[in-house]
C-alpha cells in the first residue's frame, strides 16, 4: 500500500448496510509511503493512527487523480 498526505483511506464495512470508513491521510510514517497514517476521519472528526489491512485502499483525489504515470 503507498500513500501520501492528502490521499483518502477507505475501509470497507463488515455489514452489508453500512458505507465504508472514509479518512483523510494527514500523515504518512513509513518508508516510501507504507504504514502507519495518521487519519482524520470523516464520520466523526477524530484522528487516529492507522495500520490498514486488507480491507483498505488508499484513493489519490488530488488534481493528478486518474492520471497516469
Known amino acids: 500500500m503507498h500513500a501520501e498526505s492528502g490521499d483518502f483511506l477507505v ?4 455489514r452489508l448496510e453500512a458505507p465504508p470508513r472514509v479518512g483523510l491521510i494527514e500523515e504518512v510514517h513509513g518508508a516510501d509511503g507504507a504504514p502507519p497514517y495518521v487519519v482524520h476521519w470523516e464520520e466523526d472528526d477524530r484522528t487516529t493512527i492507522v495500520f490498514p489491512g486488507s480491507d483498505a485502499h488508499v484513493e489519490h483525489r488530488g488534481a493528478d487523480a486518474g492520471a497516469s504515470s
Not at 475501509?11 to 463488515?14: D, L
Open 11 to 14: 475501509i470497507a464495512s463488515n
